[in-house]
């Protein structure tokens, strides 16, 4: 079956645009999760949703950040007025539940803002 | 202390070595673990669950530690497809954030 996707796969923009991100996860998976990777460092966690429960957003590093997720599948990731330091790879996971469960990565986008 | 830690290598090894990487939680009530695998620009994978018993799945072997809190993966027969980073991953089920942690990951290099 499918993985989880992810659109577009490359993205440069201008310092100071907004930019989405799309997630779409394996069908049936209830929980969503997006990360961001830097060149040569670890994964960052940002956010992740959980069925229709309230996401968890502990992990956005500014209110420039922010997510959402559409009837419980695909997922937008938008992050308003670019900065430099916002140029990475975004990765969005999904699994069938949280917790225990192997999560499956999509491609990712790699971000460049100039 | 961070909550998984890794050596980050990296581990420049001959074809045909054996090699073992390890990592450390600091979560003493983390239930569940995990080895991704991530190649160079690509996503992370899984490679393997850990369980208490240890687990092998070919030429890897996955064992894990409670009591000192530290997870092992030991690859024999190191094959040049081999080369990629290797990510530790806990589950902490009272962290209260995400689910899944993930380590910055060791470098592996085998070279022919």
């Known amino acids: 079956g499918a993985g989880v996707s992810q659109s577009p796969s490359n993205k440069v923009t201008e310092k100071g645009k907004d930019v989405e991100l799309r997630c779409d996860p394996i069908s049936g998976h209830t929980a969503l999760y997006w990360y961001r990777q830097s060149l040569g460092q670890g994964l960052e966690f940002l956010i992740y949703f959980q069925g229709n429960s309230a996401p968890d957003k502990s992990g956005l590093p500014s209110d420039r950040f922010s997510a959402e997720r559409t009837g419980g599948s695909v997922s937008t990731l938008t992050i308003q007025r670019t900065q430099q330091e916002d140029s990475a790879v975004y990765l969005c996971?999904?699994?069938?539940?949280?917790?225990?469960?192997?999560?499956?990565f999509g491609p990712g986008t790699r971000l460049t803002v100039t | 202390r961070k909550e998984v830690e890794q050596d980050p290598g990296p581990f420049n090894v001959p074809e045909g070595a054996t090699v073992a990487f390890n990592c450390t939680y600091s979560n003493s009530a983390s239930q569940s673990f995990f080895w991704y695998r991530q190649d160079c620009r690509k996503e992370p994978k899984l490679l393997m669950s850990v369980y208490s018993s240890g687990n092998e799945d070919g030429r890897f072997t996955a064992q894990l530690n409670r009591a000192s809190q530290y997870i092992s993966l030991l690859i024999r027969d190191s094959k040049l497809s081999d080369s990629a980073t290797y990510l530790c991953v806990v589950s902490p089920m009272n962290s209260g954030n995400t689910p899944l942690v993930f380590g910055k990951g060791t470098r592996l290099s085998v070279i022919a």
């Open positions: 996971a999904s699994s069938f539940v949280a917790g225990a469960d192997e999560q499956y």
